[in-house]
């Protein structure tokens, strides 16, 4: 099974609210990783992290939280988002963690998060 | 600084033609190259790698592609283009410098298979 799945396909929320999307993978990978993505653009990395670990936050506002409950879960909580913040946002996974190997990644389908 | 760059925003091909998606790279020591595919509202799917050794690297679907390190390029290749290999195609290097590790993608470069 070399599958990433995201929950919900799309979202919609207000200013004000709270919401969370999900990713999950069963591949025993040790890495994963949050990317938003704008249209045509390429994926700008959000958060790494590296055996149930936070390792990498490229300086993301704090509206943005993830979690990682265990090695096969990722969310991602949000709350306050702004209307920028509107995207595509992938998850991906990797056998091992950056800078430990020349690993793939592999993304899910993604999450189409409107904000209004 | 690493970076990678596709010079094509679109390239046009008609089907069964051969195609080429370019991708140039800059790095500092032996780069760890990718080439990634994404569908309308899909995520990204992995086609190949180029880690070391043979300069010709086999992927899915039918893809190659061709280290140069003489000219610093990565070029995508397909003998023959399908329809359905009409997508947006990602170039990416692994970036060593930071510490991090992360990816460094190209801009994409957006395939249009002519039938």
């Known amino acids: 099974d070399t599958e990433v799945t995201q929950t919900p396909k799309h979202l919609v929320m207000g200013m004000t609210n709270k919401k969370s999307l999900k990713c999950e993978q069963h591949m025993g990978h040790r890495a994963m990783y949050w990317y938003k993505q704008k249209a045509k653009k390429p994926p700008e990395l959000m958060f790494v992290y590296s055996y149930e670990k936070l390792s990498i936050n490229e300086s993301v506002p704090s509206r943005f939280s993830p979690e990682c409950p265990n090695s096969s879960l990722l969310n991602l909580h949000l709350h306050a988002l702004q209307p920028e913040d509107s995207a595509l946002y992938l998850c991906a996974s990797s056998q091992g963690p950056p800078g430990s190997g020349p690993y793939e990644q592999y993304f899910g389908p993604g999450t189409r998060l409107t904000v209004t | 600084a690493q970076s990678v760059a596709q010079p094509e925003d679109q390239v046009n091909v008609a089907e069964g033609n051969p195609l080429t998606v370019k991708c140039t790279y800059s790095?500092?020591?032996?780069?760890?190259l990718f080439w990634y595919v994404q569908y309308p509202n899909r995520g990204l799917q992995f086609l190949l790698k180029y880690i070391t050794g043979d300069n010709l690297v086999k992927g899915s679907y039918g893809f190659e592609a061709e280290f140069n390190k003489s000219q610093t390029s990565f070029h995508l290749k397909k003998p023959s283009a399908l329809v359905s290999d009409s997508a947006l195609y990602f170039c990416?290097?692994?970036?060593?410098?930071?510490?991090?590790?992360?990816?460094?993608f190209g801009t994409g470069t957006r395939l249009k298979v002519l039938a």
């Open positions: 990416a290097v692994r970036d060593i410098t930071s510490g991090t590790y992360k990816y460094i």
């Open positions: 790095v500092s020591g032996n780069p760890y």
